[in-house]
Each structure stands twice: as C-alpha cells, then as structure tokens.
C-alpha cells in the first residue's frame, strides 16, 4: 500500500488529494472550512477517498498544511502552506521560480530556489482588499454571487479605477461608481486591476523571477490570470482546471510520498557497522 493524501485546511475552504505512488491523483475534494476544522478536514479526506474508490485504511501516510494543520490533530506530518504549494507548484511547472496564492482571505508570494524550497515569501493577510474576499464583497454589492465574477468580468470593455487601499474605502468607491451609471463588469473588471496590484507588489518585495506560477482559489477565474499577466509584461503558468485550488493540498500528498520512500529506504538499510 502506498497511497498518501494531503489535507489543505484553509481559511475559506478545505482541500484533500489521494496521491498514487507515481504521483497521479486518485481522487480530491473540497468543503467549506467554517469554524470546525475538524470535520471539515474528515468531510474533504472521505470526499476524495470516495472519489478515488479508497477506504481510510487504505492510506498509508497523511500530511496536512494550511493554517488550521495544527488545529486538527490528524495526519503523520504537517507542513507549511508555503512549502506545500511550492512541491505542487513545481511538480506542473518545475522550472518554477515565484508563486502567488490568492486565496479567500490571504495572498501570498514566494520565491523559490532552483531546488524547489522557498528562499523569501511575503503575506498580506492584513487587509481584504488585498484578498479575493475583496472581490466576493464588489459582486455581492452589485448583486451578483460568487459563481458569476467570472462570466461578468469577461463582458467588460474598460476596467475602472478602485484605488483604496482598504475593503471600507474600496467598497465606497464600488458604491460611487454604481450610482454614476458605471456597467458592474467594468467596476468588477476594476476589483481585479486593483487586486493585481497589490499582487504584483508583493511579487516585488521577494524579488521575483520568472517563471511565474499562480494558485488559489481566485485564480480560477481566468480574467485574473490575464491582468497578472499584462501587469508582468511576462508569461505565467496557472494549473489546470481546478488544481489552481488544490495545488498545496496535492503538493502535501506529494511531500507524503516522498516520506514514504525514505522510511523505505531507512527499513532497508543494513545496520550501522554492518
């Protein structure tokens, strides 16, 4: 046996990956986090073991990352987010250098060795305009929910300017530019040029090098990725499909993997002196 899985336990939402021994993925899922991390990490593991046709027993080591790992006592191991994301982020892209996760309610920006570790990182956690929530919070003004950001975005012709540097203010500017007649995927379009700024300055303060690597669960909308892309004057890569949003949960199983090998090879091992 030797399947292992990884738990992301994030902020928004829990993420879980059965990883084969070949690292394919045999199964994943997601559930909202809430305030019970607990089960909300139980719900996502049966989640992606029910998908992967697995049973709990049939894995053989479990890391969890995120930042509820320490809160939920499960697993054999647990790592940083950070670390998590880069084994992902590089296992698609290897030549991987910087990576920014846009989260619900955290960004973050890395860079990475030519080994794959983190060298600098940087969180803006302080604030929700610099977060997908931000961009939860425009369309949910303007009537919208989550699921249509990316279908409205992509009608925009001009993305407007929202400048403020905190939720309250942004949202403020949201609500002038709706009473002044502005189209909502302009000011939506607007929400993301903002966000990307505050994306890219923290690329800056890791010093980041190409090549670029997005995660997160904001960049499964693909406007997102583009206006990164025009703020860098550079390619980016983004993971397929969903993965962007279980990137560090498939980079823990990966890590999990790699664990299983070295007990292997410890077991195997001839005794000291021998």
């Known amino acids: 046996m030797s399947h292992t899985a990884g738990i992301d336990i994030g902020s928004t939402y829990t993420k879980a990956v059965v990883v084969a021994e070949d690292g394919s993925i045999l199964g994943r899922a997601m559930e ?64 991987t250098r910087t990576i920014l996760d846009v989260g619900g309610q955290t960004m973050k920006a890395s860079r990475l060795g030519a080994d794959g570790k ?21 369309a949910r003004y303007m009537g919208y929910g989550t699921d249509e950001i990316g279908p409205l975005v992509a009608t925009s012709k001009v993305a407007v300017t ?10 403020s500017e949201v609500i002038n530019q709706l009473s002044e007649g502005t189209a909502p995927a302009d000011i939506m379009h607007g929400a993301f040029v903002s966000l990307v700024d505050r994306s890219v ?30 703020a860098l004057e550079a390619s980016v890569n983004v993971p397929p499909g969903d993965m962007v949003q279980f990137t560090a949960a498939y980079g823990a199983g990966l890590l999990g993997q790699r664990r299983l090998r070295r007990l292997a090879e410890k077991a195997h091992a001839p005794p000291a002196g021998a």
């Open 201 to 230: 300055q923290l690329m800056k303060r890791v010093r980041m090098e190409p090549e670029f690597t997005l995660i997160g669960g904001i960049l499964r909308f693909g406007r997102m990725a583009d206006v990164v892309r025009s």
């Open 32 to 95: 909202p986090t809430g305030f019970k991390l607990v089960q909300a990490a139980e719900r996502a593991l049966t989640g992606a073991l029910a998908a992967a046709g697995l049973v709990r027993g049939d894995v053989a080591y479990l890391v969890t990352t995120g930042f509820g790992r320490h809160q939920v006592g499960l697993g054999d191991a647990s790592v940083t987010d950070l670390t998590a994301a880069a084994r992902g982020a590089t296992h698609f892209f290897p030549r």
């Open 162 to 171: 929202i400048s403020g540097v905190c939720a309250v203010f942004a949202e």
């Open 118 to 138: 983190v060298q600098s990182f940087r969180l803006n956690d302080k604030c929700a305009a610099g977060t997908g929530a931000f961009l939860e919070k425009t």
